[in-house]
């Protein structure tokens, strides 16, 4: 994300200053940014670090929001399942159509698969965390 940063920063102040600019630079930010958040994705569920809106459940007892916690993970497993599955889809479609990014003829495929794969270890752990018997700090709840 810091060399995605420093590209825009290089293409602007050029475009704006010296009047060249760099070529496809939001293409490589729009694919560098998409890889980013995907590949993120696994070590965010694992961490439990999700955004959780907890203002209904806040004053639920433990046991409720372990039940809400373990509906939550099953749905982020049925979500990123689908998500892997819809980008393994579009990888091989993309790479059997040869397309490509308009300005560079980035291929898609490339973009596609280095989300499949994240989006399908993301649903590994979130199913794992739908089985686990205990809570978000580790202990266990009946």
Request: net charge neutral.
């Amino acid at each position: 994300m810091t060399g995605l940063m420093l590209m825009t920063c290089y293409s602007l102040i050029g475009r704006n200053v010296f009047e060249t600019a760099l070529i496809g630079d939001f293409e490589l930010t729009g694919v560098g940014a998409g890889a980013a958040i995907a590949l993120f994705m696994p070590l965010c569920q694992l961490k439990r670090e999700n955004i959780i809106v907890d203002f209904f459940t806040a004053k639920c007892s433990d046991a409720t929001n372990f039940k809400l916690d373990r509906l939550g993970s099953l749905f982020m497993t049925i979500i990123f399942a689908l998500l892997s599955w819809r980008c393994g889809a579009a990888a091989i479609n993309a790479k059997e159509t040869m397309g490509a990014s308009m300005l560079l003829g980035f291929p898609d495929w490339i973009v596609f698969t280095s989300m499949c794969i994240p989006f399908g270890i993301t649903a590994v752990i979130a199913l794992m965390q739908t089985l686990s018997k205990t809570d978000n700090n580790d202990k266990a709840v009946s």
